[in-house]
């Protein structure tokens, strides 16, 4: 009994020591020489300025501004909108705001919730409005399910090329280019799936809304 | 569902049982004492840790002396990472280590934490990226994350010891595999799989969160801190507790399609290969052979299931009028709480790969499966980690499955049960019945009692109305008593309105039941599985004759499954029919 509390004290805290601080320690410290892109998070600079990380996805959205130039809220929380002439992201519903990347949380919305259904419908309209009048074809039954439906992280950087596609019709417009010059773009910052078979193709949102910026200049 | 979906789950099958074969004969060359390929590097660290540890590993220890060593190690565990989680802003704290100077969470959170951490389970009622100091994920979760892995696989280790035993009362030394199993095994793993995933994009740093400047003139703050060397373990260790809230579905944690390949190996790596150490050990592959053929036909089931619900799309998203089938540029399928770099079909897959086994670790939210596609977990769960399992827990649970099962074969045609050459008699049978029936019993009368009452009750989310709110309930009491730790994360046992502690406050009920849940269903079979390894350590061997049932072929194959079936339909059909089924065959909105 003496043996096996002697042994357990000394053992746990000399195994903490090892693989709480030794390990993490040597794993960091590697990484930060081999990888150090990576192991800080792929962070994404425009003019010097940290706009966001390349890996984690981001709201463009703006925020709506009252006629006295501030915030508008609705029940404590800012309103946005949409940008236009930016791809958009997937919904996200972190609190305080989408796309909060200090509070990744799963919006838990069941299958047969009734709540699910509404907000759903709710996506489906705000992608309707936006995109439909550079889209005269888009109904409903055509919306691919990741442009309405929350990820799992809620911080998706990607959505679906077919989501893309879409979206592609209205920066167009919003850009004045072509169509195919806004495809074009697309199929380059789409990502192929993990070793050629595992899943999905997806099209990193913040690289395409940087390349348009960088195509037609600035973020005016 | 697509192509490319089904060959992502046929090729890891393939590469999961080409990896699981060699790891195992390895594993049995550690534990057996041979020597390895890396004893040249380990061998002296080894001995120095036995100085330290004033351990002689020359002695042998019968079950008793084995399950001491174990309890006491595990309690030590216990108070030390309490004490780390509590006092996280304590003074001597230097700031690096908590650069957003997190307070502690209160004292019911916390023991709902420690002893979800020390039981190889967890579950997580705290949110890491709002809860956790760097300092208490490192030097408390990450440790636990290793050592509770490391008990679970000493056990199984000790359970085939006394199979194969052929004389005496020894089951090993518990320092001695402990100490082989975190050098030999967890630990060059876990470095090379750490480097691997920052070489994919996974985070491991100090730094303090980011404020980014959106391209809308938006602020974002992301969250940063030492991820992949935690990420890594625990996956391969089955534990699944995430450095981040979303666990690994947060790009930091599991970054790309290929990373979800690797996450989904580490899980599922040493519960497989720890099958064919069995079959060495025993000196007779083909019952190594056999028991991974019964884990696998139910894995796949699972698989099959899961991926065809979840490719169907869910009934609030028809109702909404969405069409969910397959369009070019779209995998469709039910994409409410999943990524689109996992798609469909490596959320199925990732979903039942942490479910049969004790991980727990999640790539997309379970909540918003199908009621199908949600009922697999459940389905997983009440097999009570026969399918692969935790670490070890999977082995040692099945082997007690395989006993019961040569039991009632023996009674059907007749013969005195006997297995490799050993006779089972009344007492071995007795202990493994209480070792299976704990951990059901455990869930169910935990959910009875949190349905039931006001207290239980106040844990249910908001959105979790009419039969959701049951499945919830049933989740994370069946999750918690098979030390998983995944979860239907509307269930809540934490309020806390700001990031950081501050006003935050448990929910006393489902804390103290899920921890008392998990330490008694984790140690409980623990100590059945070592008490009938030490009943049967010492039987004599006797050669098998013309009339000895074979527990190495596919008769036994399928009256094994059909055990694991009987007793997991029998314990919780009634229970899954409140829920889940309920959701996914009615299709009903609530």
Redesign the interface.
Known sequence: ?R??????????????VL???V??L???G???V??PG??????VY?NG?????K?????????VLEKNGKPKEEEKEVV?EA?PK?FQS?PSATEG?A???????????????????EA??EN?KEYLELNKPYDPGLA???????A??????????????????IQAHRIAAKRQLSVSVVDGLVSKYT?A???G??????VNV?EL??AL?RLTGG?A | MTFSGWLTIVLFVVILSALAMPLGSYMAKVYGGERVFLTPIFAWPERFLYKVLRVDPKREQDWKSYAKSLIIFSLAGWLLLYVILRTQDAFFVPHAANPLAYHSAPWNVTFNTVSSFVTNTNWQYYSGDTTMSYLSQMLGLTVQNFLSAGVGIVVAVALIRGIVGRSGKSLGNFWQDLVRTVLYVLGPISVLGALLLVSQGAIQNFSTYLTAHTLTGVTQSIAMGPVASQEVIKLLGTNGGGFFNVNSAHPFENPTAFTNLVEMMLVLIIPAALVFTYGRMTGNRRQGYAIYATMMVMFLGAVVVAYIAEAHGSPAQHAAGLHTHVISGSGGGNMEGKEQRFGVAGSALFDVVTTVTSCGAVNSALESFTGIGGAVPFANLSASETIFGGVGTGLYSILLYVLLAVFIGGLMVGRTPEWLGKKLEAKEIKLAGLGILITPLAALFATALATASHAGRASISELGKGPQGFSETLYAYLSQSNNNGSAFAGYTGFIQPNAGNVGSHGVTFADVLGGLVMLFARFGPMLFALAVAGALVGKRVTPAGLGTMRTDNTTFVVLLIGVVILVGALTFFPALLLGPVVQGLTGHLY
Do not use: H
């Not at chain 1, 300025?49 to 990380?53: F, R």
């Not at chain 1, 890996?55 to 925020?63: L, Y």
């Not at chain 1, 796309?99 to 990744?104: D, E, L, Q």
């Not at chain 1, 409903?140 to 990741?146: L, Y």
């Open positions: 009994m043996r096996d509390i002697v042994t357990s004290v000394i053992g746990i805290v000399v195994l903490t693989l709480g601080l390990y993490p040597v794993i960091t590697v990484s930060q081999a990888f990576n192991a800080n998070g792929q962070k425009v300025k940290l706009v966001g990380s890996i984690i996805g981001q709201s463009f959205k703006t925020v946005t940008d930016y997937r705001g796309y909060n990347a200090a509070a990744s949380t799963f919006s838990n919305r069941g299958p047969n919730d009734k709540a699910t259904e759903d419908a489906i409903t039954a055509k919306i691919p399910v990741d309405v439906s929350t990820s799992g992280s809620n911080l998706d950087p990607e959505i679906s090329p077919a989501n893309a596609r990502d799936r993990g070793l078979f595992s899943g999905e193709p997806g913040l809304n940087l910026d973020t």
